[in-house]
């Protein structure tokens, strides 16, 4: 019995089906995960004309005791429908009242029992040329707490959204690898199915 040369070109295209599925997958794989990764710890947008003037408490700050409020400094002035929000690790906001905006000056008075801990300014505002801007900043109060986002900064970043964010990439990348197997393993008995019934032979 001899195999004609179609079959023989088939065996070829199927030997070399399987690196291209296996190269496939891999770059699938490594797409979810770094798509998972940035989504779980992208920080916020910034749009349009980006950069602030100035941040209070300023980003990174160790305060030894609780602000009485938050100010950003625009480049440029803003419209009223600008805020901000200071958020701790549980996602509970802490911002008092309505914030006050004056020309490019964005501030917002802080409760007064604010406890020890790591917290989150963040904010959205409008330039009155109608640019969109967002950003955030962190800060720590109290010793303790300062000590404990110098040891272990990513814990401290895991706000009650933070940990929404990073299951949700997590899931997103679980069903990009799902979806990888699941092209390979059709590549696979494809090309199984095929040398089985032996496609392309002649006697």
Do not use: C
Request: avoid cysteine.
């Amino acid at each position: 019995m001899k195999r004609s040369v179609a079959a023989r070109v088939t065996d070829k295209s199927d030997t070399g089906r399987a690196p291209r599925i296996r190269r496939s997958v891999t770059l699938i794989v490594t797409v979810a995960l770094a798509a998972g990764f940035l989504l779980a710890v992208a920080p916020a947008p910034v749009y349009a004309h980006g950069a602030t003037h100035s941040i209070t408490p300023t980003a990174g700050a160790a305060l030894a005791a609780a602000p009485q409020r938050v100010e950003v400094v625009f480049a440029a002035e803003i419209t009223s429908d600008s805020s901000v929000t200071v958020t701790d690790h549980t996602g509970t906001d802490w911002a008092d009242g309505r914030p006050v905006i004056r020309g490019a000056t964005l501030h917002h008075q802080v409760r007064p029992d604010m406890p020890d801990g790591w917290y989150e300014i963040s904010w959205r505002a409008t330039f009155t040329d109608g640019h969109p801007v967002a950003g955030t900043a962190e800060f720590t109060v109290g010793a303790e707490a300062a000590a404990d986002a110098a040891a272990n900064p990513f814990r401290a970043r895991l706000t009650h959204g933070g940990v929404v964010a990073l299951y949700a990439a997590s899931g997103a990348a679980v069903l990009a690898l799902l979806l990888a197997i699941l092209t390979l393993s059709r590549g696979v008995y494809t090309a199984s199915k095929r040398t089985d019934t032996g496609e392309g032979s002649t006697l």
